[in-house]
């Protein structure tokens, strides 16, 4: 169950992150030619630019773990035994898991003190952008917590 629940959250954040990945190159293409051609800047443009980057690095950060192509040195873990890649591998996610709830607690403490700023150029509440941290937090565990439910299972089938 909560496997499929990590796949659909991963499914629907990659197309998230194909459609923002494309606003942002066209907004900034889009600032360039006003810029240089126009002689226009849109002053809103790189505040946004900014805001989607934030997105951009949060949500992709959920799905380079998704996807465990996040970077890491293996060298070590390669030449371990099998019972302490299991071992490392469930203190690795426990680690994680605690991290992620940091990031869910601190990241609504901050979305919470900033919830009265508003951004210069596009007047938009600032909680709304920070919100990503303790959001990313969620999706994070929710796949962290299926890789540590996996791992059990991967035991009692080899058992």
Same mark, same amino acid.
């Given at each position: ?6 796949? *659909?959250? *991963? ?8 459609? +923002?990945?494309?606003? &942002?190159? +066209?907004?900034?293409?889009? #600032? ?15 505040? %946004?630019?900014?805001?989607? +980057?934030?997105?951009?690095? /949060? ?7 998704? @996807?465990?192509? *996040? !970077? ?6 390669? @030449?371990?035994? !099998? ?29 919470? /003190?900033? @919830?009265? #700023?508003?951004? =210069?150029?596009? #007047? &938009? =509440?600032?909680?709304?952008? &920070?919100?990503?941290? =303790?959001?990313?937090?969620?999706? %994070? ?5 299926? /890789? ?5 299972? @991967?035991?009692?089938?080899? *058992?």
């Amino acid at each position: 169950m909560i496997k499929k629940i990590s796949y *659909n959250i *991963n499914q629907c954040i990659e197309y998230l992150l194909f459609g +923002l990945g494309f606003t &942002m190159a +066209l907004l900034v293409a889009v #600032q360039v030619f006003c810029r240089y051609v126009l002689n226009h800047s849109l002053f809103w443009s790189e505040e %946004l630019a900014r805001f989607i +980057l934030v997105w951009l690095t /949060f949500l992709g950060a959920s799905c380079a773990y998704y @996807r465990k192509v *996040n !970077p890491g040195v293996d060298f070590l873990y390669a @030449r371990l035994s !099998p019972f302490l890649k299991k071992t490392s591998s469930i203190l690795t996610y426990l680690a994680s898991m605690f991290l992620f709830i940091v990031m869910i607690i601190y990241g609504c403490e901050f979305a919470w /003190f900033v @919830r009265l #700023q508003i951004s =210069p150029a596009l #007047q &938009m =509440p600032k909680w709304i952008v &920070m919100s990503i941290i =303790p959001v990313s937090g969620v999706i %994070l565990m929710v796949h962290a917590t299926t /890789f540590f439910l996996d791992e059990f299972k @991967r035991d009692a089938h080899d *058992n």
